[in-house]
Nanobody
């Protein structure tokens, strides 16, 4: 069983920064791809950023240059540094881990950016 716990969300003014963390625990015996997704009411969950087991990264066009994904392999933890936040970044952010073709999700953390 794999458990993901996100933290670091909150309320911030436009132009501000937040850092999200995702701690993975359970039956994890290797470095696995991890990612951050976000979802707003009535919309599909969308990929924000992901990082591979080798450290390669991918970003959605909407966050390139503003968000940075990183990981600390020894602690099975991933981070999302979010700078220059915009009101349209407001969403619930979910951590994702891929393990043996299975997707695991955290409970989500709310990020609200006020204008």
């Amino acid at each position: 069983q794999v458990k993901l716990v996100e933290s670091g969300g909150g309320l911030v003014q436009a132009g501000g920064s937040l850092r999200l963390s995702c701690a993975a625990s359970g039956s994890i015996f290797s470095v696995n791809p991890m990612g951050w997704y976000r979802q707003t009411p009535g919309k599909q969950r969308e990929l924000v950023a992901r990082i591979s087991s080798t450290g390669s990264t991918y970003y959605a066009d909407s966050v390139k240059g503003r968000f940075t994904i990183s990981r600390e392999n020894a602690k099975n933890t991933a981070f999302l540094q979010m700078n220059s936040l915009r009101p349209e970044d407001t969403a619930i952010y979910y951590c994702n881990l891929v393990l043996v073709s299975n997707n695991y999700w955290g409970q989500g953390t709310q990020v609200t950016v006020s204008s």
